[in-house]
């Protein structure tokens, strides 16, 4: 049974900086699509940020330029590099994975991952930012 389990979340002042964890057990992400997803208090999920097996990188437009996703497949380890934080980032953050996803992997779609459809989330690392 896979399994992931993220880190690095916290509180931070505005313009700030974080970088989130996302540690894979059970399987090998160069098979999986893989990203963020968010969710503040009183708002619905939003797709931050995800990489496909490819390489191929996509962001929600409130934070391109702001953060970046990466992996180390030798560690088996997803990232996201969070600079320039803003309050409306705060959030609990979610990694995600899906192996039905490979070649239409985006932000957007990180949101229809869901572990009852054959997909993995992990418990979520919490960040805050004040102003």
């Known amino acids: 049974q896979a399994q992931l389990v993220e880190s690095g979340g916290g509180s931070v002042q505005s313009g700030g900086s974080l970088r989130l964890s996302c540690a894979a057990s059970g399987l090998t992400y160069s098979n999986y699509c893989m990203g963020w997803f968010r969710q503040a208090p009183g708002k619905e999920h939003e797709g931050v940020a995800a990489?496909?097996?490819?390489?191929?990188?996509s962001y929600v437009d409130s934070v391109k330029g702001r953060f970046t996703i990466s992996q180390d497949s030798a560690k088996n380890t997803l990232y996201l590099q969070m600079n320039n934080l803003k309050p409306e980032d705060t959030a609990m953050y979610y990694c995600?994975?899906?192996?039905?996803?490979?070649?239409?992997?985006?932000?957007?779609?990180?949101?229809?991952?869901?572990?009852?459809?054959?997909?993995?989330w992990g418990q979520g690392t919490q960040v805050t930012v004040s102003s």
């Open positions: 995600a994975a899906d192996p039905a996803l490979i070649g239409h992997c985006s932000a957007s779609q990180i949101l229809i991952i869901h572990p009852d459809y054959g997909g993995y």
């Open positions: 990489v496909d097996s490819d390489g191929t990188t």
